[in-house]
């Protein structure tokens, strides 16, 4: 299974890379977004501000979603996931608008919402997986469309969309790389319901 890596220019790759070939997938890192239209499979890793992500990505917008319309695979994590949306109000700059909905500050009294925190799905991809828990790292949450919702996490009294996904498109609030075994498992699963697909 040959998955392709968006290297825009933030953020830390190797955890995410690590996670998944350690599940058997091939992981190829590109930093021309350009290569992420010919890709059988597509991860964007999270970590990085809204603005500085999609610099790269900009220039490829539409065909990018063209894409993950068309049913191409894609899991995209934290930043990954919230560029996957209309706009930010991290930033100025228009993200690939797949999802419907935009990003916004998390209203709470801590904020960044870091550390462990339970993750409340149905979805298949969460299939075998024994803890719930997952790790959090963030300032934003996507204020999504509830038919993309797979998955919510309550945080202070405030329960925020974490999970997502529409077609063959995924996106995470939290860090399954970061998850120890529960997110192995879970990356585990996406990487068979791509194979599946392709």
Known sequence: MKITMADYGV????????????NGAAVVTVTDMKDLLDAKCIMFPGVGAFDKTMERLQPYREQI???????VPALGICIGAQIMFESSAEGKAPGLGFFSGTVKPLKAKIVPHMG??????KDPLMNGIDSNYFYFAHSYYCDADPSDVIGTTEYEGTTFP????????????FHPEKSGESGLEM????????EDLI
């Open 162 to 173: 974490s999970f997502f996904r529409k077609k063959n498109v995924y996106g995470t609030q």
């Open 65 to 71: 979603c063209e894409r993950l319309n068309a049913g």
């Open 187 to 194: 990356l585990r699963n996406f990487i068979e319901a791509a």
């Open 116 to 121: 462990w925190n339970t993750v409340e799905s």
């Open 11 to 22: 953020g830390n790759l190797h955890s995410i890379k690590k996670a998944l070939e350690k």
